[in-house]
Structures are given as structure tokens and as C-alpha cells.
């Protein structure tokens, strides 16, 4: 179950992403500083989702935060790092980039946020 939360959450969260990213195209924004937007915006929109939904019986508060911070900056190089092959090297637009690159890290999305909300730990 806590799966197909995660899934449904993610994708709201990647959608929200991608919809940033390709909007920032259309305006003549660079994918990094729409990345950087998104950043913001989608990690306020996935902790509040996550903690609550996914995961209901997480810990909530700064610490806990803290560490979904620390999950989604370890994810924003990476992301940037995968545009930046696809869009600069390889040629592909941001349209179709940004959601290849958000299927690839998928995986590491589901451990960090596992890790970051501490699902699965008993509580004291």
C-alpha cells in the first residue's frame, strides 16, 4: 500500500516538476533556473504530501524536514546533471528531458524519501 501511496505522490510531484520545467522553457527560463523554482515548490508540495499521506505514521517536524531537504538536494545535481547530458549534449528539449530524467531517478526518490520521513523505524 505505502508503495502505491509513494507512486501517487510521486507522480503528483513529478508532474509538478515537469510542469515548472517545461513552463520555464516556454517563458525562455534556462532548466536550471526552473529547477531551482521547482526545487522549492515541489519540496514544500512532496514533504506535506509524503509525511501526511504516504506515510502517515511518520515523524513530522524540523528534524524530519531537515532530512527530506537533504534527500531532494542530493536529488537536484542529479536531476541537473541528467538534464544537462540530455538537453546540452545530447540535444534533446526539456519537454521530453525532464520527464526522462524524472523516470530515472524514481528509485532514488523512493529510498531518500523512506530514509528522510522515517518510515519503517519504530518510534521511542
Not at 45 to 50: R, V
Given at each position: 500500500m505505502t508503495v502505491g501511496r509513494f507512486l501517487v505522490v510521486g507522480a503528483a510531484c513529478a508532474l509538478l516538476h515537469n510542469a515548472i520545467l517545461v513552463a520555464?522553457?516556454?517563458?525562455?527560463?534556462?532548466?536550471?533556473?526552473?529547477?531551482?523554482?521547482?526545487?522549492?515548490v515541489v519540496s514544500a508540495?512532496?514533504?506535506?504530501?509524503?509525511s501526511r499521506w504516504t506515510y502517515p505514521d511518520a515523524e513530522r517536524g524540523r528534524a524530519p524536514f531537515a532530512r527530506y531537504l537533504v534527500a531532494v538536494g542530493a536529488n537536484f545535481p542529479l536531476s541537473l546533471a541528467g538534464l544537462f547530458v540530455l538537453v546540452d549534449l545530447i540535444g534533446i528539449g526539456v519537454p521530453?528531458?525532464?520527464?526522462?530524467v524524472t523516470v530515472i531517478l524514481l528509485l532514488f526518490n523512493y529510498l531518500a524519501n523512506r530514509w528522510a520521513l522515517g518510515a519503517g523505524r519504530s518510534r521511542a
Open positions: 520555464g522553457d516556454a517563458f525562455g527560463l534556462h532548466y536550471a533556473v526552473s529547477s531551482v523554482i521547482s526545487l522549492f508540495f512532496g514533504y506535506w504530501l509524503h521530453i528531458a525532464a520527464p526522462v
